[in-house]
């Protein structure tokens, strides 16, 4: 059935063909209790003899580990038997949506649709935290979903035990299929080992979609019925801003959401006055760049099904970016109501469609806007997809003099997947559409990847015309043409101590619209070398040219600036992680070099200790040392971030952030005690402060308490 060999293995063209679990119905009543006592688990069918995916992928998994599935009328039940004789377990903490690579866990992956490119995970570890997400793209998740399911965890003599029950009306589904594709992993950390149910390369991720099992329905499973869930908060602040006098500033606030499934797998939001003062605040960063950095987009509302609306584009080409929705220069704007429809049709049709209402802010000179978004996607091939998208904002005074305010953005995305994620591209037009039309109002890009355990290959070539300004999105460069090359070659050797080392080299060249001169390119070489333990070191080389097509200054804090004028330098470093699964981690990387027409020294620092598994502390120290001769001005910038992540119970966590940043001169203090009363249902208590660090004087402060609970309908 399968060929191995010390270097490569070929799989089945279908593992789904192959690897086939029978559901039968539970003959009784489960009970969440991790002890697996019921005839049900007894009569299930087993998922057993899980395959290494890391650090090797040519074998039988060491660490034994057996899964069972069976279903009732309302849920769909997993349990797990892990075997280990050393029960002394690596955990983050007990915080909801845990890291899979640094804990000890036992995750599923559910492909409801059988499209291959969108599902489900649920985890937990040993200690019995919990941690679900949605796959998009065949292999890309995000944490940021939540939802109701229940399970526990038990510890015994040379195993552990996990019990899950997810209810149907969680899950996305269609209830005349009779076959889902699933498959089960585990993560024995202590003892470095990767393993799947389904025999997955080592150079994916045991998550891959393409590479599934099928679990086998006795019945079609049916509807839950209605799904309706009303969700209200209530909100107290108080704040005081130092710098403009204005204090104390109390309020009081209320809002909600509402979910309703309008199929088991289209499913409508609607968010009245929504909040999101309880969401953590940005990581601050020392930029040196001459564009905008990318923050990402951090509230609840946005990111569920973010992978429909957000995947179009590039990271640095997006036509729709939420972040602009809400949010001015870092201030909030009210949104007073919006509502999202986004699910699948069927296997092949998604759609997304949302709309959002700001209110004006005279504060910030802010008039509200209406915000639309549609998105329409079709599975094409095995595993590809179509997607075309359309973004408009409108100013509110459609009949007056803001009738013609708008900003609109058009496009279409081919994604293709190969059935076995070997090969991955995009290929995408975009055109913007404002009320005086201009020429280069357009951005278009091709990117194309081959994967083997042995070696990667990429190509990504872009174009953004001068005049494409999506205001809904993120675009920090316009009217230059990008070409990035990457090459990556892994040696594999046959040795107890080091799992791979290789070669890394990539180009990037920016040139100009008219493509008459060379604007920036970097050329980038770097040997890495991946230890069995974990560590992970390498050294690299970049060879930099920059033309200054504006002053520009090179410290980022208004000091003189840069002329006009072509700069090439070079720098050397190398980075080094410690083993993660020791209490105490650290790491770090650096390197010296020229910097325009002066030098550079850079390093980071970082180091946490763990205390399993209340939770952990760490500290980043990151420090450019910038020397340029007169008359521009040197700079020592310093940034150190300190984070307290406390898991006091499964139910109360407090993190706590400490940033202290001489760039802009700000020390910021954010502390967020979080507690989960009942499932889904939260009291947050957010407290911030931010100092002027030229004369340690507090710029302003604010303190939140905000209470949500779930009803289910």
Not at 568 to 581: A, E, H, P
């Amino acid at each position: 059935m399968w060929v191995t060999s010390s270097v490569l293995w070929a799989r089945p063209l279908d593992s789904s063909a192959t690897y086939r679990l029978r559901l039968k119905r539970a003959s009784d009543k489960i009970i969440i209790d991790g002890k697996l006592d019921e005839t049900s688990w007894r009569e299930a069918d087993a998922a057993k003899d899980f395959f290494q995916n890391f650090p090797f992928d040519t074998s039988l998994a060491r660490s034994k580990t057996e899964a069972f599935v069976t279903y009732d009328e309302s849920h769909l039940y997993i349990a797990a038997v892990c075997y280990d004789d050393e029960q002394e377990f690596i955990v983050q903490s007990l915080r909801r949506d845990f890291s899979f690579n640094e804990s000890d866990n036992f995750s599923v992956y559910i492909d409801a649709l059988n499209n291959k490119t969108s599902g489900f995970t649920f985890r937990v570890s040993p200690v019995g935290a919990q941690g679900e997400g949605l796959i998009a793209n065949g292999d890309n998740v995000s944490l940021n979903w939540d939802n109701k399911w229940i399970s526990e965890t038990r510890i015994e003599p040379g195993k552990w035990i996990a019990e899950m029950a997810i209810p149907f009306n969680t899950l996305r589904f269609n209830s005349n299929g009779s076959e889902w594709r699933i498959n089960f992993a585990r993560n024995n950390l202590k003892q470095n080992e990767r393993s799947s149910w389904i025999p997955i390369p080592r150079n994916f991720f045991v998550l891959n979609l393409a590479y599934m099992g099928t679990l086998v329905w006795d019945e079609p499973p049916k509807s839950a019925g209605a799904n309706i869930s009303l969700i209200p908060y209530t909100i107290g602040s108080n704040s005081a801003d130092y710098l403009n006098r204005n204090f104390p500033n109390a309020t009081f606030n209320a809002g909600g959401d509402i979910k309703f499934a309008v199929t088991p797998s289209l499913n409508l939001d609607v968010t009245l006055n929504p909040d999101f003062s309880q969401v953590n605040v940005d990581r601050q960063v020392t930029n040196l760049d001459r564009f905008s950095i990318f923050f990402p987009e951090q509230r609840q509302f946005f990111l569920e099904n973010a992978d429909l609306f957000a995947s179009f584009g590039f990271s640095r080409i997006r036509p729709f970016f939420s972040r602009q929705i809400g949010l001015s220069n870092g201030q909030q704007i009210p949104i007073i109501a919006g509502a999202r429809l986004s699910g699948n049709l069927d296997k092949d049709w998604r759609i997304g469609l949302l709309n959002m209402q700001t209110g004006d802010k005279a504060a910030l000179n802010y008039k509200g806007n209406n915000y639309s978004v549609a998105v329409v996607q079709r599975q094409v091939l095995a595993r590809s997809n179509i997607s075309a998208i359309f973004v408009n904002r409108q100013g509110n005074n459609f009949g007056g003099v803001d009738g013609n305010n708008f900003n609109r953005v058009a496009g279409v995305d081919f994604n293709f997947i190969s059935d076995d994620s070997r090969w991955l591209g995009k290929l995408f037009y975009h055109h913007n559409f404002t009320p005086v039309s201009t020429p280069s109002q357009y951005a278009t890009a091709l990117f194309l990847r081959y994967d083997q355990p042995e070696f990667r290959l990429e190509w990504n070539h872009e174009f953004i015309g001068q005049n494409y300004n999506p205001e809904v999105g993120f675009v920090p460069r316009k009217g230059v043409w990008r070409f990035e090359p990457i090459g990556e070659y892994r040696f594999y050797p046959q040795s107890d101590v080091l799992n791979n080392h290789g070669l890394f080299m990539r180009g990037d060249m920016y040139r100009s619209q008219d493509f008459l001169q060379t604007l920036d390119r970097t050329i980038e070489v770097a040997y890495f070398f991946n230890f069995q333990n974990t560590v992970e070191t390498g050294v690299f080389y970049n060879d930099i040219f920059t033309r200054l097509t504006a002053p520009f200054d090179a410290t980022g804090r208004n000091r003189t600036p840069l002329p006009i004028g072509d700069y090439n330098y070079r720098l050397i470093g190398g980075w080094f992680s410690s083993d993660i699964r020791e209490r105490f981690t650290f790491g770090g990387d650096a390197f010296y070099g020229s910097y325009f027409n002066g030098s550079r020294v850079q390093y980071l620092a970082r180091a946490a200790y763990r205390f399993q598994p209340f939770g952990s502390i760490g500290v980043n120290l990151q420090q450019n040392f910038i020397t340029l001769p007169a008359p521009y001005e040197s700079a020592t910038l310093t940034l150190v971030g300190t984070t307290l992540d406390l898991s006091l119970t499964q139910n109360l966590f407090i993190t706590t952030f400490l940033q202290y940043n001489t760039q802009i001169q700000n020390m910021n203090l954010n502390a967020r005690m979080q507690w989960r009363f009942a499932p889904m249902s939260d009291v947050f208590l957010v407290y911030t402060d931010n100092y002027d660090t030229n004369v340690f004087g507090i710029r302003n402060r604010g303190i939140v308490m905000k209470v949500s609970y779930w009803f289910n309908v």
